[in-house]
């Protein structure tokens, strides 16, 4: 007789958009660079060429951020992320979890520990342009990004069982409004927070909430959380 264990699932998890604020920190890393004051609220990818940061300076800042990938550790978590983190840290060993990001090399260790700070103790960060090729050579059954691109490209290269969610952002409100005018998603599932796409893998949220407080477990010990 065989002991059926939790479904396992492969998961990978886009950071920039989807976890950290990368729109707040680019925008002083171009005031810093250029001395030019941009919008925070981009309607779309490269919104800072619309803002009258030119090729060229843009260029600038992103070799100011590869010298210094250091940048990194220093993005803000959105509202509601360190939950996230830590409810996936809390199924860690019971589902391979996979962060991947297109950031440039010499990130991989600073995205590594901003990881461990919010709270996965031992998060692996795969560094790739490729998420289509990357998901389906691992398997990944569930993925998120607030890129539409990426998202399309992942949900092609995945069998149709596969989830692909893209987290609704101001910078993929067109394409949504395209895709809903066409009535089709490319079978990619839009959400509006990333709380729900865990919700739908049946991964609880409230359950991050217990942890280990100088190796004591704190759970639902009152006032202590
Ligand atoms: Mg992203």
Redesign the pocket.
Known sequence: MFLEGPRRKILGI?????LADFVTSFCIKVEQVTGKVIGKVPHRWSWYLDEGVTEVEADKVWKEIAAYPHFWYGLGPYPGARQVVEALNHVDGVHDIYFMTTRPPGAKYWTEQWLQDLGFHNPTVLITARKGLACQALGVEVFI???PENALEVYRALPPTARVYMLSQPWNAEIREAWADERREGGVQVLEEVGEMLQREGIDLLRAQPRLIGGLDVRGVEGVI
């Open positions: 886009d950071i920039d958009g989807v990004d607030d890129k």
